[in-house]
């Protein structure tokens, strides 16, 4: 009762790991089995000499068939000798058409633990279920059937309405093998001397009370090389892989992504690239070359002066060496323009001349309609009046000087700036504004960059939130919710704000610099041309009212007078949230981080006077 | 290269110029060390006033790298100087105007005048003097300013002009 169970738990098991042990070859031969030996059953016997016996190999698929397979656990070969099982002798299965008498039988085994092959003809479903309950007894390896002729097996075709619930692996062979060698088991069945070419065999001298047996072999395909653990391992070292792979895919295509938007940005200028800290980024020679080098042209001294008095009365000293330029220049400015012709002529033939389309023309056309439209652009684009290079601080000569004007319209001898922007920035020496065109994208963007970029943006919009915040809730309940929330925190936040100032004022110190920047300690003068400032307000405003217009407004636009005026705008805007700050100090009773910041404040706008 | 100093010195020379006709108010003096080497500078700052500094003048060394106006120059401080971002053995100075941020519109007069500015806004979250920058960031400013004080009046006080 118990054995049963057991099996039955086994089968189980096995039908349930489905790991085919597919056949492909059957070897059939005889060996002897001494008659004198009993006992390890694991010895060899040797093999009958086939050219004296019997020998079959079946290799061909055609020929064989896998009913059922067992587990591989039994190894990947099934050998054993080969017999048939006994069942009662009434049972009409047992016909002797099919199963001669004296076939090999378990009794004529000479030892009883010997591995054995159950053989038997596939008649009908129950006549197998019979033979098969017989072999499970008997302890064997595996269980071959053989096709017998339609006439006995009822014209049923017994190989696919059975199910096979033993332990052993179940083969089928082609009957036209399988009948000849359900003969031979029956020739090999007794003693030696019972053997069908018995007389040969004396002679070759085996001896007659030996046993000759057919002993099978059934090679089984290894399909499942591994077993089932390795297989699980395999398994989930393939899922971990995958998911390694999947998510690593991800990653990628979320950073490529991040890279691209950021490109995008940057190229639409909506990144400061110089703020990222990337390192040095310079301009490129083939930039550098588009900027515009033309020959410089004196600002009207005379009509500054009225406009500007505190401005003109220190630059004066300096102007000394243009001073005798004065005279043309002191006319209304369209005739300034006019008496340039004389000279532009000469200018043709300096060398350094290149790339600005606007003198070219000059040179190829006659002077006298051409050139004030020639020059003119290039001196009404011009948004300041700079009367030295701010680099090696010598003084631009009046229609003499060749000088490059970057897209922030200050301008520099060429050989003062080119190597600036070559070798060190690529932001304007006086306003630090990028000279790099708005589209490109001068570095390669690593995945550390955009992180960096989007931390920094993230702090921007922090703060911009909290001051938001605290310009929505009031002084005095700012005052107490600050209180609340706790005086490290506070002070992290109006140290933020004031790095953030500082940032900002000095940006607006460098732009006020170049809009109103005269004497003093400064080593440059320049200074803004009162009717040229008021022009450019003329034509923001919408209106444009002079002759040349398509490249003044295609000029206008690089003035940046917007742009500089947000600043100034957004830095008015924090110094605001800052004396808050300092308010809610106050309330808070912390003079001493009020004083800081007052003071920071104040040495912050003493510097800017300068 | 023989151009390029060339265009060097005569910057230089104007700088000079200018420091003459014009007194910077940070400084009490501004000139090269020997009049052969216009590459070695020499200044004597005055601290900010209403400030605990005021009323001190440290003697300030100036290198000039041959590249100038591209460069910064190379400024130490020779008196000894107590702020967080100036190292008090060398007289080194912190400041990202001699670093990054230089820009070759600055000159000598207004890059001193930048170290003024420094003294009365100290970064202490970048500091070459490590102990000012504690007291700084603890928030102990009277102890920090009258460390500063002390300095002033130990070691910079004899220029008084």
Not at chain 1, 153 to 171: A, K
Not at chain 1, 180 to 192: R, V
Not at chain 2, 44 to 55: A, H, N, Q
Not at chain 2, 70 to 87: D, E, G, Q, S, Y
């Amino acid at each position: 009762m118990f054995r049963y169970g057991t099996a039955n738990i086994i089968s189980y098991n096995a039908t349930f790991i489905v790991i085919s042990a597919a056949a492909i070859s059957f070897n059939f031969s005889v060996i002897v089995i001494p008659a004198s030996l009993y006992g390890d059953p694991n010895l060899e016997f040797p093999t009958l000499n086939q050219t004296l016996s019997f020998a079959l190999e079946i290799s061909s698929p055609n020929d064989f068939d896998t009913l059922y397979s067992q587990d591989s656990s039994r190894g990947n070969t099934f050998k054993g000798l080969l017999y048939v099982p006994d069942i009662p002798p009434d049972n009409p299965c047992d016909t002797p058409a099919l199963v001669p008498r004296n076939v090999t039988r378990k009794d004529d085994l000479p030892m009883d633990d010997l591995k054995l092959i159950a053989y038997a003809p596939l008649i009908t479903p129950e006549c197998s279920r019979v033979y098969m309950e017989s072999a499970e007894n008997d302890n064997v390896a595996a269980f071959i059937f053989y096709g017998v002729p339609e006439t006995l097996s009822n014209g049923t075709d017994p190989r696919h309405d059975e199910s096979y619930q033993y332990e052993y692996p179940v083969y089928y062979l082609d009957g036209a093998i399988g009948q000849p060698l359900m003969n031979k088991l029956a020739e090999y069945s007794g003693n030696m001397s019972e053997v069908h070419n018995e007389a040969n065999l004396q002679t070759a001298g085996y001896d007659l009370r030996d046993f000759a047996r057919i002993y099978a072999v059934i090679s089984t395909r290894s399909t499942n090389p591994m077993p089932g653990l390795w297989l699980f391992l395999l398994v989930v070292v393939a899922v971990l892989l995958f998911i390694i792979g999947a998510s690593s895919l991800l990653m990628h295509l979320c950073q490529f992504h991040y890279r691209r938007s950021l490109r995008r940005r940057i190229a639409n200028g909506e990144v400061d690239l110089e703020g990222l800290g990337v390192g040095r980024i310079t301009v490129p020679r083939e930039f550098l070359a588009k900027f515009p080098v033309y020959v410089y042209i004196a600002e009207t001294s005379s009509i500054q002066e009225p406009r500007a008095p505190p401005a003109a009365a220190l630059p004066a000293p300096m102007e000394g060496s243009s001073e005798p330029k004065a005279p043309p220049a002191a006319e209304p400015e369209p005739e300034v323009e006019v008496s340039e012709q004389p000279p532009s002529s000469d200018l043709s033939s300096s060398p350094t001349q290149p790339p600005p389309t606007v003198t070219t023309t000059a040179t190829t056309t006659t002077p006298a309609r051409t050139t004030p439209i020639a020059v003119a652009p290039t001196h009404l684009g011009r948004g300041y009046s700079q009367t030295a290079c701010p680099i090696c601080l010598d003084d631009f000569i009046h229609q003499e000087t060749t000088v490059r004007e970057l897209p922030c319209l200050h301008v520099f001898h060429p050989e003062c700036i080119d190597p600036y922007l070559e070798t060190q920035s690529s932001l304007c020496v006086l306003c630090k504004q990028s000279c790099l065109p708005k589209g490109y994208v001068p570095i390669r963007l690593t995945n550390a960059i955009v992180r960096r970029e989007r931390l920094m943006r993230r702090v921007r919009e922090r703060s911009r939130s909290t001051a938001h915040d605290r310009h929505r809730s009031g002084g005095a309940d700012g005052a107490v919710e600050m209180a609340e929330s706790g005086g490290a925190l506070f002070r992290w936040r109006v140290r933020r704000l004031r790095r953030q100032e500082q940032d900002l004022m000095g940006r607006e110190a460098l732009s006020r610099a170049s809009l109103r920047r005269s004497g003093g300690a400064g080593a440059f003068e320049y200074r803004r041309s009162g009717t040229q400032g008021s022009r450019m307000q003329a034509a923001q405003s919408g209106r444009s009212h002079r002759g040349g217009e398509p490249v003044e407004d295609a000029v206008r636009p690089r003035s940046l007078a917007v742009m500089r005026d947000n600043d100034v705008a957004t830095a008015r805007e924090i110094r605001k949230h800052l004396a808050k700050s300092v308010a809610e100090c106050l309330a808070l009773g912390d003079t001493m981080l009020q004083t800081r910041i007052s003071k920071g404040r104040k040495i912050r706008l003493r510097s800017l006077r300068y | 290269m023989s151009a390029a100093s060339a265009s060097l010195n005569r910057r230089l020379i104007q700088e000079l110029h200018k420091s003459r006709t014009e007194q910077n108010p940070a400084l009490t003096y501004l000139e090269p060390l020997d009049d052969s080497d216009l590459h070695h500078w020499h200044a004597g700052l005055r601290g900010t006033p209403d400030s605990p500094y005021e009323g001190g003048v440290w003697d300030v060394d100036i290198v000039i790298p041959d590249n100038y106006p591209l460069a910064p120059p190379t400024i130490t401080f020779k008196t000894k100087m107590c702020h967080p971002n100036v190292h008090i053995e060398s007289g080194e100075i912190c400041l990202d105007l001699l670093k990054a941020e230089w820009s070759a519109a600055y000159t000598i007069s207004s890059t001193m005048t930048a170290i003024q500015t420094l003294l009365t806004s100290p970064e202490p979250d970048s500091p070459l003097n490590v102990d000012a920058a504690a007291l700084l960031r603890s928030g102990d400013t009277v102890g920090y300013e009258s460390l500063v004080r002390y300095y002033v009046w130990r070691y910079a006080q004899k220029h008084e002009i």
